[in-house]
């Protein structure tokens, strides 16, 4: 690297100014998925479609699959992979246990950078449930912020 | 011309669900109306519950709009506990928080998730954060 060279830290690619210069306002949302009655051994694919009217940064993320208190609460026994379909690149080399890359509100998992998802984009959640039992409801939340640009507004 | 913040105070939202009997599937409906001395930027959301069995209330499926505008905070409700923590460990709003206009009117609804047919005690969903006071007019340079 060079003197000239500029690093993009954490904390601008949060702010998105870096990404997107003409980024007029950001407001918090968050985008779920659902999953029902994922069969034992067997897979589910669902999809968070980015809304047209803003980009989105993922900030942290989180699930449940029921109970609520730390000792009672329910970690499944699933291996996720996520695709960014516009590029086709997943964001991890392998799947990986939900429990690798997603917490609880209390603790969620804050992404090491930001992912940023352009509007109208589409990013694929394949879940495989690896245990011997039915898995009922399997909710996973993507929190972050709407970053809303001029160009979001052609 | 932006307003100035003159002032700031720790403050804290509420809104309490009273709670459903068992098979209750009923959605409900609550409004946290932001007072007019302040805008509010919540840091934090936390979940108390009112005895009985917390696993009931995080269960819970719940949408957050703004009445005025229609936009929901979310694409899909979401359960309770993907969103509100703890005292001890609160769920921190991403990029330093949400902020909320004075007057604004913050739509809350809540259902039990589909299947669960047992009982859900009374909760609190609290939003945790600052009044902030405006006042004055910045001019840039």
Redesign the interface.
Known sequence: MSQNDRVITAEEA??AYVLVPDTVT?????????F?NIPAGGAASGN??V?ADSDF?I??Q???C????DS?RVIPNVTVVLTDTGSGRKLMSEALPVDAIFG?????YILPLPKYLFARSVLQVEVVNNSSAVI??L?L?F???KVFNKSNNN | MAKVVIARQQYSYAVKFEGWAPGDREAKTKHIKIEADSDFLARN?VVATEGG???????MMLIVRDVASGRM???????V??????G????H???G??LWYLSQLIEVVCYP???FVGEVPAFELVFNGEKLFLGGDYVPE
């Open positions: 949060m702010g950001q407001d918090t949302f968050s985008y779920g998925v659902t029902r968070i479609s809304q940064l900030h942290n989180v699930q449940y029921g109970g609520a208190s009672a609880s509100a209390k603790l969620p009922p409801v909710h939340a929190n972050g912020v | 959301q069995s917390s696993a009931a209330v995080a269960q905070f979310m694409n899909e409700p979401l359960p506990d993907a969103l509100f923590g703890s001890e460990f609160p769920y709003i991403p990029l928080g949400r998730s589909p299947g």
